[in-house]
């Protein structure tokens, strides 16, 4: 009935000496998506991002940008195709939204935060490969800035990105899949 797992999410505390595994059916997400295999990938991008320090005590743990990756390594290990970054270009276009919003939200964080930070993290996935994201993870605590993320990251000038950013969001929605 509680969290399964440790607070550094290194080990999955079973309910019984006896368990030695578990099994999630063919469509492991729930309603909630609040299931091992998102708790699995969440505790993952933090101690990625984190590593040691606990990611509780760092303001950027709640980052729309950390909830994006984890909800993109979650669709990843659960093998959904669900892909709404078309939705989501479509309304970047009729209300755009800055993308240094990702490193520094303002305040009332609302859902179109989300939206962006997951059209972002599967923009960079399809320009720089998957790999890229595990980067942007790992350079999360040492980054200042969205734009200094970036560039630490992929290794291509922020200005570079953008403009890749803004053809990606202004494609036509039938060319996004």
């Not at 320090?53 to 659960?78: C, E, F, K, Q």
């Not at 989300?114 to 595990?134: D, N």
Request: no cysteine; aromatic share 12%.
């Amino acid at each position: 009935s509680g969290w399964p797992v440790s607070d550094d999410g290194r080990e999955i505390r079973f309910a019984s000496p006896r368990v030695m595994g578990l099994y999630e059916d063919d469509a492991p997400l729930s309603e909630e998506g609040l299931n091992l295999i998102f708790l699995m990938t969440w505790t993952t991008a933090q101690h990625i991002a984190f590593e040691e320090t606990p990611s509780y005590a760092d303001d950027r743990a709640n980052s729309p940008l950390l909830w994006a990756i984890s909800n993109w390594a979650t669709m990843r290990a659960a093998e959904l195709p669900y892909d709404w970054s078309a939705q989501v270009k479509t309304e970047l276009q009729t209300q755009p939204l800055a993308l240094e919003a990702l490193w520094n939200p303002p305040p009332g964080v609302n859902d179109a935060i989300f939206r962006l930070a997951y059209a972002v993290v599967h923009f960079i996935e399809q320009e720089y490969g998957a790999p890229a994201v595990a980067e942007i993870l790992k350079h999360m605590a040492s980054a200042q800035s969205f734009s200094d993320l970036i560039e630490k990251s992929l290794g291509v000038p922020f200005a570079e990105f953008d403009q890749k950013w803004q053809a990606w969001v202004n494609q036509k929605s039938e060319d996004s899949h």
